[in-house]
């Protein structure tokens, strides 16, 4: 930590951390080398290696490869099931269909990294904000970002809750669960769509739905992974998810974004981390075609 000369005083003290919290945010991670993440994909094989990890997520939709035969019972449709979180993170995880345009091997920590939008924006869409947005470990919100958002679903018997934990419940602690996942880019334009509205949970037949996400972004491709997040970059996630990936991006206005990251049931302040593409065929399932 820098230590100031007692003699400061405390404006040149504010001034001087002021402009070092600028030039932090100014100045992102150096982005690590492509030994790096080949050296975390390695030791990923090797974490899991005999133990009889089943396929892991997240992957190329549009690749049907995988050799992993650990078979589980794909989860019923989401509408059988109860919707118990959601959550984005900053930039798709998953590679494919309208986002196959790779960000980069960032910090290899989950930040910078990913695949965006391959498609084109307006100038006006992608015009500045006058403030910051979406503010946390791995950056903020600016127009032009791509995030996937999870709406997760379980068979458990509970209500929309914080982090993965609310789909477990004490009565059952192995739920089947679903991941309904759609890509979105954010845009500085009022006539997009609203995410508070994307995200709205409702009770449907006794089940809890988000009852808005996209119809109209692609047949979803559907496959058996897991869950996901840099954390398991080089540790095999052990849970078991089955997995619906839309194929077509979606524009979402960036000020509601905004809006539902100050206020929502799941207490989401900021994006997630993305975990590398998992590439490994012993880790993938077989898609049909």
Not at 33 to 48: G, K, P, Y
């Amino acid at each position: 930590m820098t230590r100031f000369p007692l003699t400061l005083t405390g404006a040149a003290i504010t001034l001087l951390l002021g402009s070092a919290a600028a030039l932090a945010t100014a100045m992102p991670e150096e982005a690590v080398s492509d030994e790096t993440v080949a050296a975390q994909r390695s030791a990923l094989a090797d974490a899991t290696e005999g133990l009889g990890f089943g396929p892991q997520s997240p992957r190329d939709i549009d690749a049907l490869e995988g050799s992993n035969d650990r078979s589980f019972a794909a989860a019923p449709a989401a509408t059988e099931m109860n919707l118990c979180n959601i959550h984005f993170h900053e930039s798709a995880e998953h590679r494919g269909g309208e986002f196959t345009t790779y960000r980069g091997n960032g910090n290899g920590k989950g930040s910078g990294t990913g695949f965006v939008y391959s498609g084109e924006l307006s100038e006006a869409e992608l015009a500045g904000l006058d403030e910051r947005l979406g503010a946390g470990e791995y950056g903020d919100l600016v127009p032009g970002d791509t995030i996937e958002v999870h709406y997760v679903y379980t068979s458990a018997q509970v209500m929309p809750g914080p982090t993965l934990g609310a789909c477990l419940s004490e009565s059952v602690m192995n739920p089947q669960l679903r991941v309904e996942a759609q890509v979105f880019v954010l845009v500085n334009d009022e006539n997009a769509a609203d995410f508070i509205e994307l995200t709205r949970v409702e009770q449907v037949d006794g089940l809890q739905q988000a009852v808005n996400i996209p119809s109209d972004t692609g047949a979803p491709v559907q496959y058996t992974g897991s869950t996901t997040g840099p954390g398991h970059n080089e540790t095999g996630s052990p849970l078991k998810v089955s997995w619906s990936v839309r194929p077509q991006v979606s524009k979402v206005n960036i000020h509601t974004v905004g809006a539902w990251l100050e206020d929502n049931v799941f207490d989401e302040d900021h994006a997630h981390g993305v975990r590398n593409l998992v590439m490994n065929p012993a880790l993938l399932s077989r898609m049909a075609n």
